[in-house]
């Protein structure tokens, strides 16, 4: 037999999850788990693991929305394909997002597309502010993290890279890096 699970999710604990929750009861959820987390990631969210836990093939997650589940495309991307490997259906009751058909999932992708848009012209909008930064001579750079010098006296002083690498506290690879 399959089962219909709703996940609610509130961003603090003076939310109310009442008004998912009804929704995801009249959707056919006859479990529901819900929780008092930020959606900013999925670590700390025990509620959302368990039922990705628990649910089976033939399985329905039902959301109200899906910034409910996920709030970055990324995270979004692995939970559905968690559940896609599992052949758990994802369903949204406030938008058409159903990955058992193929509209749903274009949907879902869709919105993926728009996501990975908007981040790619955020990078570039970084990378132009970067590059006026440097021409204007405020961006400088974070400061290198080893002590070129201090390599030297230790190469002068005869000690091998793995000694040299203990000494500082950085890794043997960059050593070799520095000595090419």
Known sequence: MNHVYGYARVSSTDQDLSIQEAALKAAGATIIRSEKKSG???????ELATLIEFARAGDCVVIT????????IADLANIVRTLEKKGVH??????PIDT??????????MLGVFAEFETAIRKERQLEGIAKAKAEGVYKGRKASID???IQQLVAAGKGATEIAK??????????????
């Open 40 to 46: 900013t990631t999925t670590e700390g969210r025990t």
């Open 65 to 72: 929305r899906i910034d409910r589940l996920a709030r970055s």
């Open 90 to 95: 994802l369903k949204a009751t406030e938008q």
């Open 100 to 109: 058992s058909t193929p509209a749903g999932r274009a949907f879902l992708q």
């Open 148 to 150: 070129a010098d201090r």
């Open 167 to 180: 000494e500082l506290g950085i890794g043997r690879a960059s050593v070799y890096r520095y000595l090419k």
